[in-house]
């Protein structure tokens, strides 16, 4: 949610109350975006909405900070009294269902109440931009003055703290690295001819990058590609063991891509050698036996994956090439995280800037008409006027489902996360929430919070890194739900195997374990929040 202390309409306040006073939202976003600190909540309604109200405003203003708010929401009954979302929607439904006017409001509102076990993931995801938590910062990001798009910033400071890594390892290429190195330094403080040609500016900087040859840049580049055939080999090797059907094209790519690049490596080492290499004698004896051991199988599968571990032979031979990563960030793995970075940006990372103009694209409209928030401040609005006998009483569920819209959104800004409430109907479940934050060094956790009715509260954690590999660690003190989930742990790891993720576990702990295991986490949470993370602006 985007809170500003501006006294003064800026161009964008004006334009988005324009468009948004088309479908009935233009008081709540003057508020926001003027930042004259009009309530969120109107006067009359809950003590729980009032409650929230000057939460955010505290929050926003670091009257409180967000530790504080944090914990007050975590160790508060807030949550609780807030009830079911799903309950007050259903009943906000039956209430409008028959209303001539209110009516056409319906099928948003149906949405979110499908069952959980029909949904797919695209629907899943769809539906989790849409709860109404991010409504106020999609709409701020949709008009925002143009600038350097947030994920080419966060890459951008990346590759700079690499090559500067990189200058100390390689001293001889000081001038071009640190011709790299400035040119960062002018796009992280972009003048309006960068922002003008920033795709291009982009693509510079990357050819300025790849194209500098370092005595070791050619062995790097040739074992990152080897990384990705691992990590292909990997997922195949996995489904086979969990019996997912594995398509001949995945074996083909596999080895279409790994025997030319082995064969590039052989010859690149061979003009290392000639020139002095940087590898010893016995080293690179080391490294050709392994590529030589790999090109010799009949089949790189063999029709039986499992059995020819094509991936465990891969990743031994990158490590013979890089050497031992723990060792204070030796220049190879220095010189890997550039590459990678580089990579990141050519692979469609960076967005065209928003143009100057603060209007509403149309698609922001559609997105705005399919959110649950701006859906049922829409239905507020229009039961103010409404004839309907029982007018009083569905704005009262109104304002139940905006609350605990708004605590999601309190509580997400506070955390540095992506919260919300989860947007199906599920039957056996009482609550639950889902949580992403971003860790360091590109890692990303996911907690899922459950009351189930059957098992209790179950706590979920989530540990995604290495671009598709993931821990599980599952907290309960519900003897029979962990007894359950062992039992199917096969099947779970065939479902992650068939979405291309690699499971390395499953650990079950103690419910009180929790807490211990977040907090031992903290250190490494990044402050970016994940996609369409909250942001509060004092």
């Not at 890089?322 to 990141?344: C, I, P, R, T, Y």
């Not at 507020?380 to 905006?402: F, G, I, R, T, Y």
């Not at 739900?481 to 790891?493: G, I, N, R, Y």
Request: proline fraction near 4%; charged fraction near 25%.
């Amino acid at each position: 949610m985007e809170i500003t202390q501006k006294n003064t309409p800026s161009p964008i306040s004006t334009a988005v109350s324009k468009e948004l006073g088309k479908i009935a939202l233009q008081a709540q976003i003057e508020a926001l975006l003027k930042g004259n600190n009009a309530p969120l909540m109107e006067e009359g309604s809950s003590s729980v909405g009032n409650l929230l109200e000057s939460l955010m405003k505290d929050v926003a203003t670091n009257v409180k900070t967000k530790d504080a708010v944090l914990a007050f929401l975590k160790n508060s009954d807030l949550l609780k009294n807030l009830g079911s979302l799903s309950s007050e929607l259903k009943s906000l439904l039956q209430s409008i269902r028959n209303d001539e006017n209110l009516s056409r409001y319906v099928p948003v509102l149906q949405k979110f109440l499908t069952n959980a076990k029909v949904l797919d993931e695209s629907t899943i995801k769809a539906q989790l931009a849409q709860t109404g938590v991010f409504l106020e910062s999609k709409i701020a990001k949709s008009v925002e003055p143009k600038g350097l798009p947030p994920a080419l910033k966060s890459v951008l400071v990346e590759l700079k703290e690499a090559l500067v890594a990189h200058l100390k390892n390689t001293p001889q290429s000081e001038p071009l690295i640190q011709k790299q190195i400035t040119f960062i330094d002018k796009m992280l403080e972009p003048t309006k001819a960068i922002l003008d040609n920033l795709p291009k500016a982009v693509t510079l900087l990357a050819q300025s990058v790849k194209e500098a040859k370092t005595p070791t840049s050619e062995i790097v580049k040739i074992a990152n590609k080897l990384e990705i055939v691992a990590k292909s080999a990997e997922l195949v090797e996995v489904k086979a063991e969990y019996k997912v059907p594995v398509e001949t094209k995945e074996f083909v790519k596999i080895a279409e891509t790994l025997k030319p690049t082995l064969e590039e490596l052989k010859t690149t080492l061979n003009a290392m050698s000639e020139k002095g290499t940087f590898f010893s004698t016995e080293k690179m004896q080391e490294i050709i036996k392994n590529i030589d051991n790999i090109l010799s199988k009949e089949s790189l599968f063999q029709q039986e994956p499992l059995k020819n571990a094509l991936s465990s032979d891969v990743k031994t031979l990158v490590g013979l090439i890089k050497g031992d990563e723990s060792v204070a960030k030796n220049s190879l793995h220095v010189q890997s995280d550039v590459f990678k970075l580089v990579a990141k940006l050519e692979q469609g990372l960076v967005e065209q800037p928003k143009s100057q103009s603060a209007t509403l694209e149309p698609k922001s409209a559609q997105y705005i008409n399919e959110d649950i928030k701006a859906v049922v401040l829409k239905i507020k609005e229009e039961l103010q006027n409404s004839p309907l006998p029982h007018a009083k009483e569905a704005m009262a569920m109104a304002d139940k489902v905006l609350n605990k819209i708004e605590y999601y959104q309190l509580f997400s800004f506070a955390s540095s996360s992506m919260t919300s409430y989860l947007p199906s109907l599920w039957e056996g479940l009482e609550d639950g929430s889902i949580s992403l934050k971003k860790l360091k060094e590109n890692r990303f956790f996911c907690e899922i919070n459950l009351n189930l009715k059957e098992h209790g509260n179950i706590d979920l954690l989530v540990m995604l890194y290495d671009e598709n590999r993931i821990v599980v660690s599952v907290y309960a003190d519900n003897e029979a739900f962990k007894q359950k989930v062992s039992t199917h742990l096969s099947e779970l790891k065939r479902g992650f195997a068939k979405a291309g993720l690699v499971c390395e576990g499953v650990n079950f702990f103690e419910a009180k374990e929790v807490l211990k295991a977040k907090k031992e986490a903290q250190p490494f949470v990044s402050e970016e929040v994940v996609s369409m993370g909250i942001n509060l602006k004092a």
